[in-house]
């Protein structure tokens, strides 16, 4: 018997329970299930994170693509962010399981309310008389269905926009009127102000379970509202919060969602939970925000400085904070996410495929912001006190800039830190610095200013209509429409001279992309300017820069601007390859990889991607696979001009965090409706993938926490390292005598003649040794009324020496031996003290202290044994004559 089956005599208690039984139901009502999407949404770059069971549904709802099913349920898991600086309450959450039935143009209100009053009073079976529906103003029909399922009017309510009206999600997007659930915990728990007795209080009596939503319209940037093609049903219910009500419980914090961590934390923290109402609010911060970078990162989000990166840094910074405040010790963090993972990890099995990789972005992340967190907050602490003593109370955006960037304080906690004590921050001064710190990130990353001038110096040419015209031709005659010199307008320049170029149109490319500048020459009546790099200081303006190489040049001249020819083709088949290479490595690996960085230049391309682990040799070759059948079934290279939002919609991949204008240009690799590669791009390529001949991936590393690095060749550049590659085969297969084929068996045979003739010499060493140490026992002098025996001996590693140190010791059975011998250029001790010296205090550790002391050392080790490195080899013996006075009871 399922669980759900069992529901219908005994309701479903446990959260996993009750996401079964509510999948099982619609599933029974005919819903295809579809399995939780990522918290990281799919080519929709207008929304940050998943934020709803509908998410997914998008563009079945648009009439967009067709909806595999018309019936759908789901357990979404989902992330928001308008509520951190809440979470700690007992009611806020960050990340959350959405349960949600769907239908694309198929029941609407009737059964989707039906369904759902059916679910919670006959599965759940909540007493009818704590529930209550609320429907939009207008709505009589939802009004009529709730009230013919015997909902009293006394507990039904008409609400406006802003409780009954749902989406769109992000800035656009579909929307609808819609109606709830809520339940009541009683009038015990009320606020009791006018007011309190009806959902619409916030005061916590009420807690809305599920919302419908009857989602209608389309509402686009400028909030207009368009009908869609059929209206639809999108409904949400929180699992944590029907846990709640199904366990008895007020607060989704108390039940068996959260209990076993709160439980795990308090226990790491030394202490209980429920004891103390500000180490509980601590603990729920950890336990909620660990919760949720487990599954953030697990879905491909890794820590940065902005975007989704960024809120993943936030909370986990601000649990290590409030970690701190619960008594806990750094690193906790990654225990809890464990536990998270053994919890959950049945469900979202994505969490144990992952399990590695979120610990270690965790620990790094972790370690990274408690090293600092004790330094920034003695900082903070000062600039409050400064604060108090001036009498504003608030922190000076200096002040708050300088916590973020050197301590690593996100601003909103530094916000939440300063509210906690009465104050408030300078927020606009905070962003005036971090707009600052950008402006020279930018000024020293992107384009160097100072001696070529500001970017002022550009703007005049800003609305001069410029145009770039190479996408179809490398060579273009064109009017020069400005010249600087050192950074400053000049009317012209002459042989010699440094300048930059800028021409009314032209066929070079400025970097940008990741695509490096194009290079060339520039031939007007004058002269002619060698180019060596092509650049975009600002939208809309291209210069040209480089060197007049013979006679002058002048504003006004025509010439003739041809690009590098053979270098761009090296480079728009690096950039094809470069997209070719994204979309096998989405194939390959799944779609969380996303593009975090590319450089595309004529001799090589590197692409850095989203991804926790290293790929393994079998995947890098399947990518590689991928990307050379494409380039050898020699399909077409087509980009098309879209308003951005259909280009998104076409599945064309953008990148969140990307500036995209309201016009794109998207770039498809192979077909139309199936493209194999679909970005927005406004780099140069090949026509046809033929052209590209070969790629080949050369290297495979990490760049930073949870981000992969592939470097790849393509043509010339590809032809040229496999010649090379098997010149080098070639090459050491002749010094080896042997040919390519037989290298592998050659080399083997080599190791194993190594191998043996490695052990012969060392028993040979050994050999040698114990002869030169049996002379030594002749040397046994008596030193403080023991057996002291100081030599140097003919070791080469410290393993030796300790053998030969144990050999004597056998022999001489009560002594304290002290040996020496210099190790890699370097003298080394190794002293041993026999068990019955021992007793009588002898102890090797302070002995070798001493006598590594004279060749400039230092080490220790236990009564019986130590070891020491020195300084100066030319003290070893030295070191050894002293030995006897150094031997003496501690
Ligand atoms: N989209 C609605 C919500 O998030 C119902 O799923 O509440």
């Given amino acids: 018997m399922t669980p759900s089956q069992a529901s219908r005599s005994t309701p479903p208690t446990t959260s996993a329970d009750i996401r079964q039984a509510y999948l099982d139901f619609f599933q029974q009502r005919g819903h295809k299930l579809r399995a939780s999407s990522s918290l990281v949404p799919e080519g929709d770059p207008t929304l940050l994170f998943t934020t709803a069971g509908m998410v997914q549904m998008k563009d079945y709802f648009l009439g967009r693509t067709k909806a595999p099913a018309p019936r759908m349920t789901s357990c979404q898991k989902c992330f928001r962010t308008t509520d951190i600086d809440s979470v700690g309450d007992s009611k806020h959450l960050t990340f959350f399981e959405m349960l949600g039935n769907f239908s694309v143009g198929d029941y609407f209100k009737k059964e989707a309310v039906a369904w759902a009053w059916e679910f919670v009073t006959d599965v759940l079976k909540l007493p009818k008389e704590r529930l209550w529906a609320t429907v939009y103003l207008d709505d009589d029909e939802a009004y009529g269905y709730w009230r013919a399922l015997g909902v009293p009017e006394e507990r039904m309510r008409r609400y406006g926009e802003s409780d009954n009206w749902w989406g769109p999600p992000g800035d656009e997007g579909p929307c609808g009127p819609c109606s709830e659930i809520h339940y009541d915990f009683g009038a015990e728990y009320g606020c009791g102000k006018p007011g309190c007795g009806e959902p619409s209080c916030p005061c916590g009596r009420f807690v809305e379970l599920w919302n419908l939503v009857f989602m209608q319209f389309y509402q686009d940037k400028q909030k207009k509202r368009t009908p869609l093609p059929k209206p639809n049903i999108d409904t949400g219910a929180g699992l944590e919060r029907f846990s709640a009500v199904q366990q008895g419980k007020r607060t989704v914090y108390d039940t068996d969602v959260f209990q076993p961590l709160l439980r795990g934390i308090a226990r790491l923290a030394g202490t209980t939970y429920d004891k103390d109402e500000s180490a509980d609010y601590a603990m729920r911060v950890v336990a909620e925000h660990a919760r949720g970078v487990t599954f953030l990162i697990a879905d491909g989000v890794t820590p940065g400085n902005e975007g989704r990166g960024y809120v993943l840094r936030r909370i986990l910074r601000r649990a290590v904070r409030f970690g701190k405040k619960a008594g806990l010790k750094s690193p906790f963090v990654g225990q809890i996410a464990q536990a998270v993972i053994e919890r959950m990890g049945k469900q979202y099995p994505e969490l144990v495929r992952q399990r590695e990789s979120i610990l270690r972005v965790i620990g790094e992340e972790e370690t990274r912001f408690s090293e600092t967190l004790d330094a920034g907050m003695a900082i903070l602490n000062e600039s409050l006190l400064d604060a108090g003593i001036r009498g504003d109370h608030t922190l000076l955006g200096t002040e708050v800039f300088r916590l973020h960037d050197t301590y690593g304080f996100p601003p909103e906690l530094t916000e939440e830190i300063a509210r906690e004590r009465g104050f408030t921050i300078d927020r606009a001064g905070y962003e005036r610095e971090m707009e600052a710190q950008r402006e020279r990130a930018r000024a020293s990353t992107k384009f160097t200013v100072g001696e070529r001038g500001s970017v002022d110096a550009y703007q005049r040419f800003a609305k001069s209509g410029l145009r770039f015209v190479g996408y179809d031709t490398k060579r273009h005659k064109s009017k020069v429409v400005g010249i600087l010199a050192g950074g400053a307008p000049v009317q012209g320049a002459e042989k010699g001279q440094e300048v930059e170029v800028v021409l009314q149109e032209t066929p070079f490319y400025a970097e940008g992309g990741g695509q490096v500048g194009d290079t060339g020459v520039l031939r007007g009546p004058r002269g002619v300017i060698q180019v060596t790099d092509t650049q975009r200081p600002l939208a809309d303006v291209f210069i040209h820069r480089g060197k007049v190489v013979e006679g002058g040049v002048a504003v006004g001249d025509s010439m003739d601007a041809e690009v590098d020819a053979a270098r761009r083709d090296d480079i728009a088949s690096n950039h094809t390859g470069t997209h070719l290479l994204h979309a096998a490595l989405r194939k390959v690996l799944g779609p969380q990889v996303r593009q975090a960085g590319s ?209 004597l010791k056998a022999k001489l059975k009560s002594c304290v031996l002290v040996m020496g011998a210099v190790i890699e250029e370097q003298p080394r001790f190794v002293v041993m003290v026999t068990p019955d010296l021992v007793q009588k205090g002898y102890h090797a550790g302070d002995i070798v202290k001493k006598v590594a002391a004279v060749a400039g050392g230092g080490g220790g080790g236990r009564p019986e044994l130590a070891q020491a490195g020195g300084k100066q080899k030319d003290k070893l013996d030295e070191a050894l004559r002293l030995v006897p006075q150094f031997v003496k009871r501690s």
């Fill in 599 to 807: 450089l595309v230049a004529p001799e090589r391309l590197r692409f850095d991607f989203s991804q926790l682990v290293a790929l393994a040799p079998e995947e890098l070759s399947q990518v590689q696979a991928l990307v050379n059948d494409k380039v050898r079934q020699d399909v077409p290279v087509r980009y098309k001009v879209l308003p951005y939002a259909q280009a998104v919609a076409e599945g064309a991949l953008a990148f969140f965090g990307e500036k995209y204008g309201d016009e794109v240009r998207v770039v498809e690799v192979d077909g139309d409706a199936d493209a194999f590669s679909r970005e927005l791009c406004g780099g140069t390529h090949v026509a046809r993938t033929g052209v590209i001949g070969l790629c080949l991936v050369v290297s495979e590393s990490s760049v930073g926490s949870g981000m992969r690095r592939v470097e790849a060749l393509t043509g010339r550049a590809a032809e040229a390292h496999v010649q090379s590659r098997l010149g080098l085969l070639e090459r050491v297969a002749r010094q080896l005598q042997a040919t390519p084929d037989t290298l592998d068996a050659r080399v083997k045979a080599l190791q194993d003649e190594l191998d043996k003739e490695r052990k012969r010499a060392s028993a040979l060493e050994r050999d040698v040794a114990k002869r030169a140490v049996e002379s030594l026992l002749a040397d046994v002098r008596q030193g403080d009324g023991v057996n002291v025996l100081a030599a140097r001996v003919p070791a080469s590693t410290t393993e030796a020496l300790r053998e030969t140190g144990d050999w």
